[in-house]
């Protein structure tokens, strides 16, 4: 009799959440291995694109364990010292990981080529809970046009959604207890319901608080969003971590168009990039604040 062959579980990174300007992971299929692909695009700096390589020592690490999981073969990458040479700085190139087994509900992921200073390609707690089992267009994004009063009321919807839940699994595990057994049945599936709600309005949340700009315009908004937030995670650090992570990147990469824009000709870019650089540092300073009191 032949082994059923385990069904593909495919989680997609949404294309607004950007990692890096040269490096980022587009998906993450989970079957009898675990296989992780990329997109790379070799920095501008570099004559002709440069090389790229991995070490034969990448590993991976679900849920911030501690068992590091060691790479089984690369797809399109050679093994360190082997290289892969770019001709052309424009080039972009996409290749594969593939690592052992792990289940498709994890929620953060470490992907580490070497954890030490250097040009490697790590990827620290990268957050799955966001990512989908389908592609999302930067174009499907949903737009962000609510008021601070909107936002406010969808705070306050959020809490009551949680207090319903809290009273209706309540009255669920007492209908348990008596051996009402039809009525807890239909209260699990008024539980679903609530359930269903509150994690549209997560997935809403996450993709606003994903592609509205850091700018100090949006500073109130973001706070308002984060806060609501914060009702969805077992600690305000864990969502704070994940987003300093993420923001770092952000900023790392406007230091990068900066530094190409030539002093003169470009002032009107200089100036915009700088303040945008300004307005990333205050909100990691918010950020900050927020996890020290």
């Known amino acids: ?3 059923k062959k385990e069904k593909t579980v495919t989680l997609y990174n949404p294309h607004f959440i950007e990692f890096g300007e040269t490096l980022r992971i587009n998906k993450i299929e989970f079957s009898e291995q675990t296989r992780i692909e990329f997109f790379y695009k070799p920095p501008s700096h570099y004559d002709k694109g440069g090389w790229i390589q991995i070490d034969g020592d990448t590993y991976i690490t679900p849920d911030g364990g501690k068992t590091k999981l060691k790479l089984i073969e690369s797809v399109d990458i050679p093994i360190a010292p082997e290289k ?17 087994k792990i289940s498709p509900k994890v929620k953060t992921l470490d992907v580490i080529e070497r954890n030490e200073p250097g040009s490697y390609f790590n990827f620290f ?11 999302i267009k930067l174009s499907e994004v949903p737009e962000f046009n609510l008021t601070i009063k909107e936002l406010q009321q969808l705070h306050i919807k959020v809490l009551q959604l949680k207090i319903d839940t809290l009273n209706l699994n309540e009255r669920k595990d007492q209908s348990i207890k008596n051996q009402a057994y039809e009525k807890a049945v239909e209260l699990r599936d008024e539980g ?44 305000e650090e864990e ?40 307005a990333i540092d205050d909100f990691i300073e918010q950020l900050h604040q927020t996890k020290r009191r």
Not at 125 to 135: C, N, V
Not at 195 to 217: C, F, H, M, V
Not at 241 to 252: F, H, V
């Open 1 to 3: 009799m032949k082994e």
């Open 84 to 100: 892969h040479y770019f001709t052309d700085s424009n080039s972009t190139h996409i290749f594969s990981l593939i690592f052992p």
């Open 125 to 135: 707690q990268l957050d799955l809970t966001r990512w989908g089992t389908s592609q």
């Open 192 to 235: 679903r319901n609530l359930a269903g709600q509150l994690n549209e309005i997560k997935q809403q949340l996450l993709d606003w608080y994903g592609s509205i700009e850091r700018t100090p315009e949006h500073f109130k908004s973001l706070n308002i969003i984060q806060r609501i937030l914060f009702e969805f995670y077992d600690s």
């Open 239 to 278: 969502f704070t971590e994940n987003y300093i992570i993420e923001l770092g990147a952000q900023r790392k990469r406007l230091i990068n168009k900066l530094l190409r824009c030539h002093p003169q000709r470009d002032i009107e870019k200089l100036l915009a990039f700088h303040q945008q650089i300004k």
